[in-house]
């Protein structure tokens, strides 16, 4: 099993900026694709960011600009950088991987738990 927790989430206003961190732990074996995922209430999950192991970044265009993925591989870490939040940012931003544990070396996708984002003045 791999584990993902987040951390970062807060309140702020619109135009401020936060940074969410997420760490993997576990049986690890490899992580590939880690990436960020949010869920506004009443709306389905989407992926705002993903980013490979060699670092190549995707991005949904809501978030172009705004925001910025990265990680660091030595410590199984990603993080979200994000500026310029507005109101409709407001969501629970879930951090994913791509990962193969040990004992089965089955890639599977894992997700935290969430963090909570809220963009309000």
């Known amino acids: 099993q791999v584990h993902l927790v987040e951390s970062g989430g807060g309140l702020v206003q619109p135009g401020g900026s936060l940074r969410l961190s997420c760490s993997a732990s576990?049986?690890?074996?490899?992580?590939?694709?880690m990436g960020w995922g949010r869920q506004a209430p009443g709306k389905e999950r989407e992926l705002v960011a993903a980013?490979?192991?060699?670092?190549?970044?995707n991005y949904v265009d809501s978030v172009k600009a705004r925001f910025t993925i990265s990680r660091d591989n030595a410590k199984n870490t990603v993080f979200l950088q994000m500026n310029s939040l507005k109101p409709e940012d407001t969501a629970v931003y879930y951090c994913?991987?791509?990962?193969?544990?040990?004992?089965?070396?089955?890639?599977?996708?894992?997700w935290g738990q969430g963090t909570q984002v809220t963009v309000s003045s």
């Open positions: 576990g049986n690890i074996y490899s992580i590939y694709t």
């Open positions: 980013i490979t192991r060699s670092g190549n970044t």
């Open positions: 994913t991987a791509d990962a193969t544990d040990r004992i089965s070396l089955r890639l599977s996708t894992y």
